[in-house]
């Protein structure tokens, strides 16, 4: 059974930074493309960020490019996200994903995507 569980989310002031982390099991993490979604309240889920199987491909959105980092540690089947600079607009619920495992592509859509963790909340109070 595929397992992905994100830990890290919080409350914090604008300008803070947060990592989340997302832990998979069940599948072979080291061959798939990972991607970081949120969905802000009220509002239909988005991009953030993804990560190709090889982590040589990488993907943000323009609205958390040059704050948010997103990394793949295979060791540990884990995918992160560092959050900095972070805005009251970032207030969400952020989800990870795993992708298919073929290519060596970099997925933005929520439709490539075939697993899905539950999802953390983080809130940017301004």
């Known amino acids: 059974q595929v397992q992905l569980v994100e830990l890290g989310g919080g409350l914090v002031q604008a300008g803070d930074s947060l990592r989340l982390s997302c832990a998979a099991s069940?599948?072979?993490?080291?061959?798939?493309?990972m991607g970081w979604f949120r969905q802000p309240p009220g509002k239909e889920r988005e991009f953030v960020a993804a990560?190709?199987?090889?982590?040589?491909?990488?993907a943000y959105a323009d609205s958390v490019k040059g704050r948010f980092t997103i990394s793949k540690d295979n060791a540990k089947s884990t995918v992160y996200l560092q959050m900095n600079s972070l805005k009251p607009e970032d207030t969400a619920v952020y989800s990870c994903?795993?992708?298919?495992?073929?290519?060596?592509?970099?997925?933005?859509?929520?439709?490539?995507?075939?697993?899905w963790g539950q999802g953390t909340q983080v809130t940017v109070s301004s």
């Open positions: 990560i190709s199987r090889s982590a040589t491909r990488i």
């Open positions: 994903a795993a992708g298919p495992s073929i290519g060596d592509d970099v997925y933005t859509r929520g439709s490539s995507y075939y697993y």
């Open positions: 069940g599948l072979t993490f080291s061959i798939r493309p």
